[in-house]
């Protein structure tokens, strides 16, 4: 059978191409069609049986309005919807009539079960042991060339997290497939060998940068942790084949926790880390359910991290929901992030950056469905482009303009040591698209200077092939 994909938005569809691998290994023929085009006479043309989506909750709209205009021309092909945004709404197959199927959970053993199922249709994917999982990429790449053709790509060594944070999706796979199932499939490390076959790949396309996107890649690093085995074992390999740019993501509980030769090792592997700050205010952290994460712990990470030369990354998320009055006042919430953030940034100098994101709600999180339970006002963000400044819960018209202004402008903030007054000032700035792509720029050049060692032509190059959000 034939089978379209389509991708969607300015970053690899990860999930998709793990299924592209399914359907290639059952005997079906693929081809990728870039869903940011006119491409519906192309779909129409190449005469799928499926056509298959696996939208992030900013694309889901746009994956809808393609689906729609398909079924419009030929009703006879049918429409699968699937990832991780789609598990959360299973509604939607009562609701949109351009969705045949819809796979709630992994993307195996479901193919069969599309093929004999009548439309519309409820699908379960299954667990599935993490030596099996890998993603088809040389087709996709090809066909979507200015995928195959960036400089930075990521891949996932495993696929779950042991957080529990309530404003994440993750906590919808433990409740779904129970905790065992969780460990074995989600929280287990896939093999080494095809790690390196995936990133030997992108390296061969062109990328210069790899993000080993687990949610924590210090995961069960702690004194004799299995992870730690795992990362010294996996080290080896990628300094020996990949040696490009590395970036990963922790968490601070983890840093803390991590055996100090793995940190070593990781010195070794990485040139920066992405870590999760949030929000340092109690209140917020409260309902973030990330109470734990007071200053204490954050200055000993970065203590940790510093000391072996790791630069950070680091997120800060703003605009959150005064839940039981934690969270009385969104402003100061924020630059009191920021404040601490800058505090950080004289005691470890020239090791910080940060990036500011208003608080997005996913739907079927814990965050999503406090604030229906409380009556807070929320609008659905999750469809905007989440660099675009607006969040999901609704303020009045000074505070929503003062909050986008954080999100533009904090990098800046802490990286020049603005004081208060300065940035009470000028968050009551209105900006118009030009100066908000341009601090976007700003935002994006300046973290990219942060990790690597490039020069400011190189730079401007790479962003004259980027469509910015903003």
């Given at each position: ?9 300015n ?14 290994k ?57 990832g ?7 509604q ?40 099996i999982?890998?993603?088809a ?13 960036r ?34 499939s989600w ?18 396309y ?18 004799n942790?299995k ?19 590395t970036?990963?993501?922790?968490s ?8 100090k ?28 359910n ?61 090791m ?5 994101f ?16 409380h ?96």
């Amino acid at each position: 059978m034939k089978w379209a994909l389509i991708h969607l938005g300015n970053d690899i569809v990860y999930g998709m191409t793990f299924f592209a691998n399914e359907l290639i290994k059952e005997g079906h023929t693929i081809y990728w069609f870039d869903g940011d085009n006119d491409i519906i006479n192309d779909i129409i043309n190449y005469t799928p049986d499926f056509v298959c989506f696996g939208p992030l909750s900013a694309e889901y709209s746009k994956a809808l309005n393609i689906a729609k205009q398909i079924k419009h021309k030929n009703s006879n092909i049918k429409t699968v919807f699937g990832g991780h945004h789609v598990k959360a709404v299973p509604q939607e197959l009562e609701i949109q009539n351009c969705i045949d199927y819809m796979i709630v959970g992994t993307c195996y053993n479901i193919i069969n079960k599309i093929i004999n199922s009548s439309s519309p249709c409820l699908i379960n994917g299954e667990p599935a042991n993490p030596e099996i999982m890998c993603p088809a990429l040389e087709d996709y790449f090809i066909q979507i060339p200015r995928i195959g053709k960036r400089s930075r790509t990521y891949i996932l060594s495993h696929f779950g997290c042991v957080h529990n944070c309530s404003y994440c999706c993750t906590d919808i796979y433990r409740k779904k497939y129970g905790i065992k199932a969780y460990k074995s499939s989600w929280l287990t490390r896939r093999p080494i060998d095809n790690l390196i076959k995936e990133a030997k790949l992108s390296k061969n396309y062109g990328a210069k940068e790899i993000g080993i996107n687990d949610d924590d890649f210090l995961y069960d690093t702690q004194p004799n942790g299995k992870g730690s085995i795992w990362i010294k074992n996996f080290a080896t390999e990628w300094k020996k084949h990949i040696n490009l740019s590395t970036h990963i993501n922790v968490s601070p509980l983890s840093v803390i926790r991590a055996e100090k030769s793995t940190m070593k090792i990781i010195a070794n592997l990485v040139d920066s880390v992405q870590m999760g700050l949030q929000s340092i205010n109690e209140g917020s952290r409260r309902i973030f359910n990330r109470y734990y994460q007071n200053e204490e712990l954050m200055i000993k990470a970065c203590e940790i991290l510093t000391s072996y030369g790791l630069k950070i990354k680091m997120d800060i998320i703003v605009g959150c929901p005064n839940i039981n009055n934690l969270v009385p006042d969104p402003i100061n919430d924020a630059i009191n992030s920021i404040e601490f953030c800058q505090k950080l940034n004289n005691k470890f100098p020239n090791m910080l950056r940060i990036q500011c994101f208003r608080l997005i709600l996913f739907p079927g999180t814990k965050l999503f469905n406090d604030c229906i339970k409380h009556n807070i006002p929320t609008r659905e963000a999750w469809n905007k482009l989440l660099y675009n400044g607006e969040g999901s819960v609704i303020f009045n018209d000074s505070i929503e303009n003062k909050l986008k202004n954080i999100t533009k402008m904090a990098g800046m903030f802490v990286k020049f040591a603005i004081t208060k007054d300065w940035m009470e000032a000028l968050i009551e700035i209105n900006l118009n698209d030009i100066a908000s792509k341009k601090l976007s720029e700003c935002s994006y050049k300046d973290s990219v200077r942060f990790r690597l060692d490039i020069t400011n032509e190189e730079i401007n190059n790479l962003v004259s092939n980027m469509n910015f959000q903003y």
